[in-house]
């Protein structure tokens, strides 16, 4: 696909509302809560069924998410032969929260784009599970593990069925709840609980913009179904408008790992890596391009709130790739490329009508290669003691030939190279950047194009690292004080590596082909339409993205091909490479900014509550306790001290008449 032809918003075809409780003749969809079901009834067997589960809850757990594609797949299919018209459909299961004007049902949207979603999430997803069969097989809580990932699985159908932004959010905190769980899965590991903690709290400053956007939604149109929203939106001022479109962003940078809220998404690498593959790949950080896709009628209407996307899209695949350039953790390099690539995608949503579509093209491709690069990145953890240090590693390609042939495909599919699955995705998004008005196509455009070079360079330093040059892992020990002893990891984990290797290669071209994706979203996200180009010709841009792609390449060879690979890190280093180490300071910013004038803020609180509210309190109560006790001590029982206190009053009335007399 090309910036030619792209896609527009603007039509979208009537909803067709079914009942799961009535026949019809849309048989497949009339069932299409079993999505949800299966995955969720998954977990919770495996998690009420403890440890009597251990035998077989790993084969319940894949065999639920594999049934749910194959559903997924027949429901795909079903759409697909429906008219055009007939492919948006809503499926009402029950009325959720029926209070006064606040009506919500719970139901599905059955349509292109929550389908090719349905089919992202359970594919790769059951792949990725029937990879963590093999790769947590020596782990005692397996079955616990499986659950988990069920529930993950759940909550992301869930978020991308909802009929309405109340459901999307229940999926969407349903997803953090799940996240939290599996990247803390290593309880015992300080870094892992403290890695999950953070990316709970910086997934709830997220989760509040969006929370906050659907209160206004309802505020102002009284509904939060998609298709009520969508067709009263227009009616709303322009600056209603902007603010809900900037809180559904700040959403969508919370849950998709987008600046300033990146900083959890490399950390969350403390989990298992198929719980990276998974988070990484195809669920959870797609999350926030899904919502601003659905939510094309909105921004559709704020162009300032398209450039706000634009511009966190562009800084984020910036970010990404400047400290994927330094580090030496191959699972945090995968981490900052996810990063980078989920950049592109928002950039590309950002973009508009034309660009909508190209968002979810390079998702999907994204989905194939990353999901193969982090569990070939497992795969060479499961050989080498989960060592993570690439400088350990080293000439892995002899003994690894599997992972080293799929993970290189993922590698070269990541980079652009010619007609795999990134270079057709990432191509077309580079070329409608370009095709921007005026400075913001030189900057959108000419930003994208330096991301290319640059993922090229650490991706290539990747490779070279892990497979290539001496193998670095004989003379050392892990950190266990083991050897090493490199292998190839069993069929159960290099078949799913082999499956999304395929797609990495042909993806691609097999989406864009005759804009076979982009005619398929219409329904979703609006007609299609030719566009115009930008300054540069379409045949010069691709020349130089290739171009800007071996220069990348050719660089991190010349740093790190050419020469021995020191075991440790050099300390003497420029202030980018020290500032990349350190994430581009971005935890410390976030830090001043944000964490430590909240807890000075919590402190003072704290401090306020305990001595001005508390201590009111104590105060009075103190102060009521000692003139009981004072007047108490005036109660002696004897007659003749209740006589002189009478006689003493008297004397003071008569005193206090008499002035009163002869005032």
């Given at each position: 696909?090309?910036g030619?032809?792209?896609?527009a918003?603007?039509?979208?075809?009537?909803?067709?509302?079914?009942d799961?409780?009535?026949?019809?003749a849309?048989?497949?969809?009339?069932?299409?809560?079993?999505?949800l079901?299966?995955?969720?009834?998954?977990?919770?067997?495996?998690l009420?069924?403890?440890?009597?589960?251990?035998k077989?809850?790993?084969?319940l757990?894949?065999?639920t998410?594999?049934l749910?594609f194959?559903y997924?797949?027949?429901?795909?299919?079903?759409?697909?032969?429906?008219?055009?018209?007939?492919?948006?459909?809503?499926l009402?299961i029950f009325?959720?929260?029926?209070v006064?004007?606040?009506?919500?049902d719970?139901?599905?949207?059955?349509d292109?784009?929550?389908?090719?979603?349905?089919?992202l999430?359970t594919?790769v997803?059951?792949?990725?599970?029937?990879y963590?069969?093999g790769y947590?097989?020596?782990d005692?809580?397996?079955?616990?593990?499986?659950?988990y990932?069920?529930?993950?699985?759940?909550?992301m159908?869930?978020?991308?069925?909802?009929n309405?932004?109340?459901?999307?959010?229940?999926g969407?905190e349903?997803?953090?709840?799940?996240?939290?769980?599996?990247?803390g899965?290593?309880?015992?590991?300080?870094s892992?609980?403290?890695?999950?903690?953070k990316?709970?709290l910086?997934?709830?400053v997220?989760?509040?913009?969006?929370?906050?956007?659907?209160?206004?939604?309802f505020?102002?149109?009284?509904?939060?179904?998609?298709?009520e929203?969508?067709?009263?939106?227009?009616t709303l001022?322009?600056?209603t408008?902007?603010?809900?479109?900037?809180?559904?962003?700040l959403?969508?940078?919370?849950?998709?790992?987008?600046?300033?809220?990146?900083a959890?998404?490399?950390?969350?690498?403390?989990?298992?890596?198929?719980?990276?593959?998974?988070?990484?790949?195809?669920?959870?950080?797609t999350a926030?391009?899904?919502?601003?896709?659905?939510?094309?009628p909105?921004?559709?209407?704020?162009?300032d709130?398209?450039?706000?996307?634009?511009?966190?899209?562009?800084?984020?695949?910036l970010?990404?790739?400047?400290?994927?350039?330094a580090?030496?953790?191959?699972?945090?390099?995968?981490?900052?490329?996810t990063?980078s690539?989920?950049?592109?995608?928002?950039?590309a949503?950002?973009l508009g009508?034309?660009?909508y579509?190209?968002?979810?093209?390079?998702?999907?491709?994204?989905?194939?290669?990353?999901?193969?690069?982090?569990?070939g990145?497992?795969?060479?953890?499961?050989?080498?003691?989960?060592?993570?240090?690439m400088?350990?590693?080293?000439?892995?390609?002899?003994?690894?030939?599997?992972?080293?042939?799929?993970?290189?495909?993922g590698?070269?599919?990541l980079?652009g190279?010619p007609?795999?699955?990134?270079y057709?995705?990432?191509?077309?998004?580079?070329e409608?950047?370009?095709?921007q008005e005026?400075?913001r196509?030189?900057?959108?455009?000419?930003a994208?194009?330096?991301?290319?070079a640059?993922?090229?360079?650490?991706?290539?330093?990747?490779?070279?690292?892990t497979?290539?040059?001496k193998q670095?892992?004989?003379?050392?020990?892990?950190?266990?004080?083991?050897?090493?002893h490199?292998?190839?990891a069993?069929a159960?984990?290099t078949?799913?590596?082999?499956?999304?290797a395929?797609?990495?290669?042909?993806?691609?071209?097999?989406?864009?082909?005759?804009?076979?994706?982009?005619?398929?979203l219409?329904?979703?996200?609006?007609?299609?339409?030719?566009t115009g180009?930008?300054?540069i010709?379409?045949?010069?841009?691709?020349?130089?993205?290739?171009?800007?792609?071996?220069?990348?390449?050719?660089?991190?060879?010349?740093?790190v091909?050419r020469?021995?690979?020191?075991?440790?890190k050099?300390?003497?280093?420029?202030?980018?490479?020290?500032?990349?180490?350190?994430?581009?300071?971005?935890?410390?910013l976030?830090?001043?900014?944000?964490?430590?004038?909240?807890a000075?803020?919590?402190?003072?609180?704290?401090?306020?509550?305990?001595?001005?509210?508390?201590?009111?309190v104590?105060?009075?109560?103190g102060?009521?306790?000692?003139?009981?006790?004072?007047?108490?001590?005036?109660?002696?029982?004897?007659?003749?001290?209740?006589?002189?206190t009478?006689?003493?009053?008297s004397?003071?009335?008569?005193?206090?008449?008499?002035?009163?007399?002869?005032?």
């Amino acid at each position: 696909m090309t910036g030619s032809s792209l896609l527009a918003g603007g039509v979208h075809p009537a909803v067709h509302t079914l009942d799961a409780a009535s026949a019809s003749a849309d048989g497949v969809a009339q069932f299409a809560w079993l999505l949800l079901a299966l995955p969720l009834c998954g977990a919770v067997v495996l998690l009420v069924g403890g440890r009597s589960t251990n035998k077989w809850g790993h084969l319940l757990g894949c065999g639920t998410v594999i049934l749910a594609f194959c559903y997924g797949l027949a429901l795909f299919l079903s759409t697909t032969a429906s008219s055009v018209a007939g492919r948006v459909q809503e499926l009402h299961i029950f009325s959720w929260i029926p209070v006064n004007a606040l009506q919500v049902d719970f139901g599905l949207r059955i349509d292109p784009l929550s389908v090719t979603f349905v089919l992202l999430i359970t594919g790769v997803g059951a792949l990725i599970h029937v990879y963590s069969v093999g790769y947590m097989s020596h782990d005692a809580d397996r079955r616990r593990f499986f659950a988990y990932l069920n529930l993950f699985v759940a909550a992301m159908l869930l978020l991308v069925l909802g009929n309405g932004f109340v459901t999307l959010y229940f999926g969407w905190e349903g997803v953090g709840l799940a996240s939290y769980l599996l990247i803390g899965w290593y309880q015992n590991r300080p870094s892992a609980a403290t890695a999950a903690k953070k990316a709970f709290l910086m997934n709830r400053v997220g989760d509040v913009g969006l929370a906050i956007a659907i209160f206004l939604m309802f505020a102002n149109l009284g509904t939060t179904q998609y298709s009520e929203v969508f067709a009263r939106i227009g009616t709303l001022p322009s600056g209603t408008i902007l603010a809900i479109s900037l809180l559904l962003l700040l959403g969508a940078c919370g849950k998709s790992g987008q600046f300033p809220l990146q900083a959890w998404l490399p950390d969350a690498m403390e989990g298992p890596t198929p719980v990276s593959a998974l988070i990484h790949a195809a669920t959870m950080v797609t999350a926030g391009v899904y919502l601003i896709a659905r939510a094309n009628p909105i921004y559709d209407l704020t162009a300032d709130g398209r450039l706000a996307v634009t511009i966190i899209g562009t800084i984020t695949l910036l970010i990404g790739c400047v400290i994927g350039c330094a580090y030496d953790d191959i699972k945090k390099v995968l981490a900052y490329s996810t990063v980078s690539q989920i950049g592109y995608m928002i950039l590309a949503v950002g973009l508009g009508p034309i660009g909508y579509a190209l968002g979810i093209i390079h998702l999907l491709t994204h989905g194939f290669f990353k999901a193969g690069l982090f569990l070939g990145a497992g795969s060479v953890m499961h050989a080498m003691n989960d060592e993570v240090d690439m400088r350990k590693f080293g000439g892995l390609a002899r003994k690894m030939p599997v992972t080293f042939v799929t993970f290189g495909l993922g590698y070269l599919a990541l980079i652009g190279f010619p007609f795999l699955s990134g270079y057709y995705s990432k191509d077309a998004i580079i070329e409608a950047a370009f095709g921007q008005e005026g400075w913001r196509g030189w900057v959108f455009g000419g930003a994208a194009m330096l991301g290319v070079a640059l993922t090229a360079f650490y991706m290539t330093r990747l490779m070279l690292m892990t497979f290539f040059g001496k193998q670095r892992w004989k003379d050392l020990r892990s950190s266990e004080g083991e050897e090493f002893h490199p292998h190839e990891a069993p069929a159960v984990m290099t078949i799913p590596m082999i499956v999304l290797a395929i797609g990495s290669v042909g993806a691609g071209f097999f989406f864009t082909s005759d804009n076979r994706i982009a005619r398929w979203l219409e329904p979703s996200l609006g007609e299609l339409r030719e566009t115009g180009h930008g300054p540069i010709p379409q045949l010069w841009l691709t020349v130089l993205s290739v171009g800007l792609m071996v220069v990348g390449a050719g660089l991190a060879w010349l740093f790190v091909g050419r020469k021995p690979v020191p075991v440790t890190k050099p300390e003497k280093v420029s202030w980018v490479v020290r500032a990349a180490r350190y994430d581009l300071y971005g935890n410390a910013l976030n830090e001043a900014l944000f964490a430590n004038p909240g807890a000075a803020l919590t402190r003072a609180l704290v401090t306020a509550d305990d001595k001005g509210v508390d201590g009111t309190v104590t105060g009075v109560a103190g102060l009521l306790g000692f003139l009981s006790s004072w007047l108490r001590r005036t109660q002696t029982g004897f007659v003749r001290s209740y006589a002189l206190t009478m006689l003493g009053g008297s004397v003071l009335v008569v005193a206090a008449l008499l002035m009163v007399r002869f005032a």
